[in-house]
């Protein structure tokens, strides 16, 4: 029983090291798209690139030996800045806010 625990914490220990690791090679693709996701961004900030075909649109933005993108950036914030622009990605997030703010005046 001890031994299960202490693998158990190895195993938790070792899964935070990689996530917070910038030389794992899952972090790096990560780290690539977000930062190629911030160049799309910076091209399209007020309305965003709209929702269908994003990965045609990242691939203008890639480099070559990047890996390709399949319909989301691996960030819902960053997805929803890119897809939606600044505009209505204020709009989204204050509908939210407002929805989550009335639903706790419901359960308190």
Do not use: Q
């Amino acid at each position: 029983m001890a031994g299960e625990n202490i693998l158990a914490a190895k195993i938790v220990r070792n899964r935070f090291r990689s996530i917070i690791d910038p030389t794992e090679p899952s972090n790096i693709s990560r780290f690539t798209l977000w930062s190629n996701a911030m160049k799309i961004f910076a091209d399209y900030p007020i309305f965003g690139v709209g929702d269908i075909g994003i990965e045609h649109i990242y691939s203008r933005y890639k480099n070559e030996y990047d890996k390709e993108v399949y319909g989301h950036l691996h960030n819902n914030y960053i997805h929803l800045l890119v897809i939606l622009g600044l505009f209505w990605f204020y709009r989204y997030d204050v509908a939210f806010c407002e929805d989550i703010s009335s639903e706790s005046e419901i359960l308190f």
